[in-house]
């Protein structure tokens, strides 16, 4: 079992959409999460971290469940540029590593 | 400088042959970081650096693998004897080591073994 797991989609909505993405985690010591963004054959770029009061950036809206280990990502009002992957990662306590889930593919679609 | 720049941008090299490729992280970044995402795949971590040690090259994927960091600023990743399944992209970022959570990626080289 990969220890970040996302559902890799694609994940097909309509612009103006609400679309919502779960990412679970297998290590209960992780500590600090994040959304990344990939565009494709591009690096991956900061989206957004996940705190377990939620956080909410524009149309963005991340959680984080530690009882259940999970994280969620929603997207409100989508847009065509919102067409990307999106990756869920996890960090554990002492180590600066990321560890990656495999992505969830969105496409809003016009 | 403005952000973190990897070299080459593509390779294609011959099965067995030796490849190098660069990092250059943001000024002032303490903390490197190489990873590598095969086709489909998430990225895989590789090995990190804190200044010019690696505390952490678990990573790495056999002894074909090896990298190094020197004057805690530019770092290569050699792979020698190369195979058919290094293919990937490999990733470069840096973070600050203080507000370290936060890592800048660089835009990756993409290595084709024929």
């Known amino acids: 079992r990969k220890e970040v797991e996302q559902d890799p989609g694609p994940f097909n909505v309509p612009e103006g959409a609400t679309v919502a993405f779960n990412c679970t985690y297998s290590n209960s010591a992780s500590q600090s999460f994040f959304w990344y963004r990939q565009d494709c054959r591009k690096e991956p770029k900061l989206l957004m971290s996940?705190?377990?009061s939620g956080n909410e950036d524009g149309r963005f809206t991340a959680q984080l469940n530690r009882a259940s280990q999970y994280i969620s990502l929603l997207i409100r009002d989508s847009k065509l540029s919102d067409s990307a992957t999106y990756l869920c990662?996890?960090?554990?306590?002492?180590?600066?590593?990321?560890?990656f889930g495999t992505g969830t593919r969105l496409k809003v679609l016009a | 400088g403005a952000g973190v720049s990897q070299s080459p941008s593509n390779k294609v090299t011959e099965k067995g042959k030796d490849v190098e490729l660069r990092c250059d992280p943001i000024s002032g970044h303490t903390a490197l970081y190489w990873y590598r995402q095969s086709l489909g795949q998430g990225l895989e971590f590789l090995i990190y650096?804190?200044?010019?040690?690696?505390?952490?090259k678990s990573g790495l994927p056999s002894d074909r693998f090896s990298a190094e960091r020197t004057g805690g600023s530019v770092s290569t990743l050699t792979i020698q004897r190369t195979q058919q399944e290094d293919s990937a992209v490999y990733l470069c970022?840096?973070?600050?080591?203080?507000?370290?959570?936060?890592?800048?990626f660089g835009s990756g080289t993409r290595l084709t073994v024929v």
């Open positions: 650096f804190q200044g010019n040690s690696a505390p952490d």
């Open positions: 996940v705190y377990s």
């Open positions: 990662v996890a960090t554990t306590s002492g180590t600066y590593k990321y560890i």
């Open positions: 970022a840096s973070s600050s080591g203080t507000d370290s959570w936060w890592y800048t």
